[in-house]
């Protein structure tokens, strides 16, 4: 049972490269979301999907773009890499939107240099 | 906006000591989380909390809703307690969005 799954582990861009982060869930939950963690500054929600065939806008939105592309997996797209969109992301589940807890991947680490 | 704000930022204890952690938060609640992240980055959830008082073995969580704020107690602390220890919360504006707090930093030393 591998829970949440997030490839790739690490990855380094160049400026205006592209990537698409990838996130699957074998656990049957509705919900899932991509947060990115910087120093000091906690977790940010970039995007999240209440259940398939839906998304919506987080704190931390701008340079990202989002698809729910079945219940299982919810990828994140970067168009054109900056190096202020070096982070740790990750993927978190949930069986709902509303009050249930959250489940994370082991995240994904990115440099853009 | 919304606010979470944890304290105390930093915490050192020595093994064996007890700690409270505290979370307070700006807008009425319906889901509040406790997380631990381990020196390897991962998150574990330790409790989802949004009222009354959970315990699982040296931690408990208490959330006062109407006076809006948490509390995480660890109670005799060991090594490997270490990381960083995040509340996230959801207010009844926030429809599917869960905002964390800023952490706080806890080291325990043998």
């Known amino acids: 049972n591998a829970g949440v799954t997030q490839t790739p582990k690490f990855q380094v861009l160049k400026t205006g490269q592209s990537m698409t982060l990838q996130c699957a869930q074998d656990m049957n939950h509705n919900s899932m979301y991509w947060y990115r963690q910087d120093p000091g500054m906690g977790l940010r929600l970039i995007y999240y999907?209440?259940?398939?065939?839906?998304?919506d806008k987080g704190e931390v939105p701008n340079g990202y773009n989002v698809s729910r592309l079945n219940k299982r997996e919810f990828s994140l797209r970067l168009e054109s890499a900056a190096p202020s969109q070096t982070s740790v992301y990750f993927c978190?589940?949930?069986?709902?939107?509303?009050?249930?807890?959250?489940?994370f991947g082991n995240g994904t680490r990115l440099t853009v240099t | 906006g919304i606010q979470v704000e944890q304290s105390p930022p930093d915490l050192i204890l020595q093994e064996g000591a007890n700690s409270t952690l505290r979370c307070n938060f700006s807008d009425s609640v319906n889901n509040l989380q406790w997380f631990h992240q381990n020196p390897w980055g991962q998150l574990i959830n330790l409790f989802y909390i949004p009222s009354g008082t959970k315990q699982n073995g040296r931690l408990s969580a208490t959330t006062v809703a109407t006076e809006r704020y948490s509390l995480l107690y660890i109670s005799s602390s060991q090594t490997t307690d270490s990381g960083v220890y995040f509340c996230a919360y959801r207010g009844g504006s926030t429809l599917g969005r869960l905002y964390f707090g800023r952490g706080t930093q806890l080291t325990v030393w043998p």
């Open positions: 999907s209440a259940s398939e065939g839906t998304t």
């Open positions: 978190a589940t949930a069986v709902g939107s509303g009050g249930t807890p959250l489940h």
